[in-house]
């Protein structure tokens, strides 16, 4: 059973910096493309960022490149979404999932975590 679990969230004034991590179990992250989502209240989920399995590309959404960056620790299991720069619009709750391979950009995702609330304070 593949299980998800986020951490790291919490509250953090604007220009700050957050690290989120995804601890997986039952799937090896560096065989499987994991991406982080994020939804705001009100709003529809959305993509965040992606970290391809193997070579660990990563690619990001426009409204986040430069200030946030994926990361994997293959020897835990775990992938990081490193945060900084925070603007209030940051504030959401953030998943992450894990995919199929090989279905980049189309990755197909069929694994969510429960999610972290992150809050960026002005």
């Known amino acids: 059973q593949v299980q998800l679990v986020e951490s790291g969230g919490g509250l953090v004034q604007a220009g700050g910096s957050l690290r989120l991590a995804c601890a997986a179990s039952?799937?090896?992250?560096?065989?499987?493309?994991m991406g982080w989502f994020r939804q705001a209240p009100g709003k529809e989920r959305k993509w965040v960022g992606t970290?391809?399995?193997?070579?660990?590309?990563?690619y990001y959404a426009d409204a986040v490149k430069g200030r946030f960056t994926i990361s994997r620790d293959n020897a835990k299991n775990m992938v990081y979404l490193h945060m900084n720069s925070l603007k209030p619009e940051d504030t959401a709750v953030y998943f992450c999932?894990?995919?199929?391979?090989?279905?980049?950009?189309?990755?197909?995702?069929?694994?969510w975590g429960q999610g972290t609330q992150v809050t960026v304070s002005s």
């Open positions: 970290i391809s399995e193997s070579a660990g590309r990563t």
């Open positions: 039952g799937r090896t992250v560096s065989t499987y493309p």
């Open positions: 999932a894990s995919g199929s391979p090989g279905t980049w950009p189309l990755v197909e995702y069929d694994y």
